[in-house]
């Protein structure tokens, strides 16, 4: 049980949604895994909350408490899936010519469509050796250098909790997962909370309801130290999570190309992972 007492600032890391093993390999070899000393408003009198621009990397307590194998569940992790290089090279020459700068028109115009369909093809085939796949894949484009990349009625959501599936499979923790390729060119972030939103909810002070957003809002704006994670994704790599049940968010944060994201809710178990990889580069 987490225990969500007030305690001196900075707040303490609390057990809760594990890293998977091919992440705590990777944070064996090098720092793809940072922290923060947690939140603030994105705006003045908003509810909206973005992370705190401190990070650093965990110390080996945190990261235990991170990786911690006792959250065995499926939707309970989040995993990293090595670089894909088919994605990686279509990803490339679909979205070559490709700029932020481009309107909604040119944007249509600059990406080559073979190429396009074959990428999309290409994520489908990764995610469906990992579990099935529901839906159409969904490809966002991002503007550089952004804390957050999420907008809702043309304005930052911040962190958030996703409701695609809202009425159709309860609890949270049994919900669908996501898996995220990154199909930039630069190093990208996935923001998230450790903490599941089904503990939130009884933990939080607060009017009852159970949409997820709110919850963490609630959460975050009560417990403003509460540590952040981050972790980088490589170009062609893809994380899976449960968005469902995780204040969460991307990051552009330091890059100066357009961001890439392509997206893929399903249901994706983790006993089919491959075994931790080297490939990342630098």
Known sequence: MVNFAHS?????LRQGVALGKELTAEQARRAVVELNSGTIPARAN??????????????PVEMRILSDASANSDVSRIEIIPPNSEVLSLSAAAFDR????????????AVDG??????????LQSARRLGKVLGDP??????????????????????????????RHAPRGSRPNRMVFNLGREPRYFLFINIPVEA????????????????G?????????????RIRILPGEAYIAPTENLVHDASSAGTTQVDIAGHLLGQF????????SSARGQ
């Open 114 to 123: 073979p190429s396009y369909t074959r990428l999309v093809a290409a994520m």
């Open 98 to 109: 490709v700029t932020w700068s481009d309107s909604d028109k040119d944007l249509a115009a």
């Open 217 to 229: 809002q609630r959460f975050m704006e009560s417990h403003p130290d509460y540590p952040v994670c």
């Open 138 to 167: 969904l490809v966002r484009i991002s503007a550089p250098d952004l804390t957050t990349v999420t907008m809702g009625q043309g304005m930052f959501i911040g962190l958030h909790v996703d409701e695609w599936f809202q009425g």
């Open 8 to 12: 001196s600032s900075p707040e303490l």
């Open 46 to 59: 908003s509810p909206v909350r973005i992370p705190k621009s401190d990070w650093h990397p965990p110390t």
């Open 269 to 276: 178990t983790f006993a089919a992972m491959p075994e931790s």
């Open 200 to 215: 939130m909810m009884d933990h939080t002070p607060g009017p009852s309801g159970n949409h997820g957003t709110t919850i």
